[in-house]
C-alpha cells in the first residue's frame, strides 16, 4: 500500500511539472511573438509608414496593457530607432533635416506610449532599492 501511494505521488509531482514546463514554454513562445510584431510595427512608424496612433493602437491589441507597462517596450523602441538610423543615416549624407524628423518620431512616440527617458528610469529603480 506504502508503495502505490509513493507511485501515485511521484507520478502526479511529474506531471505538475511537466505541465508547468509546458505553460512556461507556451508563455515564452508568446512573450517572442509579440515582441515580435512590436518590433515590427516600430520599425514601420520610423520608416514613417504607420502613424502614431495607429501604432498605439495596434501595439495595445497586440501586447496588451502588461507589456506597454513593461521594461521590454522601451528597448525594443530603442532597438528600432537605432535600426532606422543605422538604415537611413548611417551610409549616406544626411542632413539636420533628417535627424531631426527621426528624433522627433521617437519624441513623439514617447510622448504617445508614456516611455520616460532612460535616466528616469535608472533614477525610479535607483529610487526603489
Given at each position: 500500500?506504502?508503495?502505490?501511494?509513493?507511485?501515485?505521488?511521484?507520478?502526479?509531482?511529474?506531471?505538475?511539472?511537466l505541465?508547468?514546463?509546458?505553460?512556461?514554454?507556451?508563455?515564452?513562445?508568446?512573450?517572442?511573438?509579440?515582441?515580435?510584431l512590436?518590433?515590427?510595427?516600430?520599425?514601420?512608424y520610423?520608416?514613417?509608414?504607420?502613424?502614431?496612433?495607429?501604432?498605439?493602437?495596434?501595439?495595445?491589441?497586440i501586447?496588451?496593457?502588461?507589456?506597454?507597462?513593461?521594461?521590454?517596450?522601451?528597448?525594443?523602441?530603442?532597438?528600432?530607432?537605432?535600426?532606422?538610423?543605422?538604415?537611413?543615416?548611417?551610409?549616406?549624407?544626411?542632413?539636420?533635416?533628417?535627424e531631426?524628423?527621426?528624433?522627433?518620431?521617437?519624441a513623439?512616440?514617447?510622448?504617445?506610449?508614456?516611455?520616460?527617458?532612460?535616466y528616469?528610469?535608472?533614477?525610479?529603480?535607483?529610487?526603489?532599492?
Open positions: 500500500m506504502y508503495e502505490d501511494t509513493l507511485s501515485i505521488v511521484v507520478g502526479a509531482a511529474i506531471l505538475v511539472a505541465l508547468l514546463l509546458m505553460y512556461l514554454a507556451h508563455w515564452r513562445h508568446r512573450f517572442r511573438v509579440r515582441r515580435s512590436v518590433l515590427g510595427l516600430l520599425e514601420e520610423f520608416q514613417g509608414e504607420v502613424p502614431v496612433d495607429r501604432l498605439s493602437k495596434r501595439t495595445r491589441e501586447a496588451g496593457h502588461y507589456f506597454m507597462r513593461d521594461a521590454a517596450l522601451y528597448p525594443l523602441v530603442i532597438i528600432a530607432f537605432q535600426h532606422t538610423v543605422d538604415e537611413k543615416l548611417a551610409d549616406r549624407p544626411h542632413s539636420n533635416e533628417d531631426t524628423k527621426l528624433l522627433g518620431l521617437l513623439t512616440l514617447k510622448k504617445e506610449l508614456g516611455l520616460p527617458d532612460r528616469q528610469i535608472e533614477g525610479w529603480r535607483a529610487g526603489r532599492e
